[in-house]
């Protein structure tokens, strides 16, 4: 560490950035993030006012920002000047002595990658990029409203690794309406086959007031088993395992060393400053949201107003709360020990009910100082984090 890195561990907490660029070329039936089609006109406009939202709470929490995210929506549908307009401006807010050792993400989907792009993502400082696989099945990615075609994302990755971008992520999707375990294993074989260096699956959720949804609803489309669901989510686990992917988040797998350090700061409960219509920030106590609508985040940001829909400062009983239910998803789980130094509580007394109940069920193990979902756990994490919360 120089002096001026020693400097800077004086002054200023950890944290990290998300930025939300809410375009996408075509929307997905199944998606409930804020996005737009991307329309040419208001590209200007979202980038000039996310450079502002950006600058201003960059100098206000004077974070040492160790991982940048970018994400959406579709941030690669961002011509080149506003993209690199985005992420350089995004790069030269983390401290020279930092930038190094900085992860910064962006998202693609695939055949949103070109070469220009992919040369303009590395000279911004990009090092990682995440890719919206979901599937290697023309039917399930049919059903899905991708539109994407699966030949397509080897192509993406290897404009990426040519461009010098080493660290990729794929998301997977499983539960497919439709989906039969034996093409969901394929899918996971063609996913390890590229060699990526993180794997995000993630059931299919049917959010509220989606397409998908109201296909459903309608009976146009059937809801998987449950007990398939549980079967390749087992597979998933089993099938990356023995590929050599650790499974370090509940659904998240990487190989050693490639863990998505941005991922892990929001799980370990961390600060993260959130930028853009409908991201979400935590910073100094504070849990806030932006308005999920663009035009209403312009107006805001052009007017001086900061363009929140909810703040709230979270007592410490609630602070402490999130931060057992978060890190219970990580498979380094609720480490005891760095609990009460940052809450000033054990964890043991607090969740005294909710841990004996767990444990006996067989849901959650306490080993190494630290409380952890069993493997059968892990299939049920939601209700069993729901009473860490309560
Ligand atoms: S899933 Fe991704 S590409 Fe599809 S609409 Fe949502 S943000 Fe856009």
Known sequence: MDRNQKELSRQSPVGSIYVHVPFCYALCGYCDFYKELYDRQSVSP???????ELRR???????????????????????????????GALRDTVDLAL??????????NPATVTTEVAATLVASGVNRVSIGAQSFQPGEL???????QPPQVRQTIETCRAAGIDNINLDLIFGVPGQAIAGWRENLAR??????DHISAYALTYEHGTRLTRQLNAGRVQRCDPELEADMYSATIEDLSAAGYSQYEISNFARPGRECRHNLAYWRNEQYLGIGPSAAGYVAGERYKNVPNSAQYIEAIAGGRLPRIEREVLPPDQRAREAAMLALRLNEGLIFAEFAARHGQRAQDIFAHAIEKHVSLGLLRVEEG???????GRFVADSVVADFLA
């Open 57 to 87: 709470e960059a100098a206000e929490h004077a974070l040492r920002i160790m991982t940048i995210f970018v994400g959406g929506g579709t941030p690669t549908t961002l011509p080149i000047p506003e993209l690199s307009r985005l992420l």
């Open 191 to 196: 996913t390890i086959e590229l060699g990526p």
């Open 370 to 376: 630290a409380l952890r979902l069993t493997p059968t």
């Open 99 to 108: 930038r190094e050792a900085l992860e910064f993400t962006v998202e693609a």
């Open 142 to 148: 049919l059903v899905l409203e991708r539109t994407h």
């Open 46 to 52: 979202l980038v000039d006012a996310l450079l502002s």
